[in-house]
């Protein structure tokens, strides 16, 4: 694994941790920082979901090497 997806994946979850927990207790945040808090969920979900797309056309194209040298 790369050292970049390695901060891929760790946004992704710092963001959907911080995410999640304003959502689950929102006194935490004043209503200004809720819409910034589910705007950085929104880019973590995003994040989290392009990397998972990734894996699976990476992992396609290992498959499709692994096949063609035997």
Not at 5 to 10: G, R, S, V
Not at 27 to 35: C, F, M, R, T
Not at 36 to 62: E, H, N, P, Y
């Amino acid at each position: 694994m790369h050292k970049w997806e390695k901060y891929w994946i760790a946004s992704g979850i710092i963001t959907m941790i911080g995410f999640l927990l304003v959502y689950f207790y929102p006194s935490l945040a004043e209503p200004i920082g809720l819409v910034l808090v589910w705007l950085v969920g929104l880019l973590g979900l995003f994040t989290l979901i392009s990397f998972i797309i990734f894996l699976l056309i990476r992992f396609k194209q290992l498959k499709k090497t692994k096949t063609k040298n035997g």
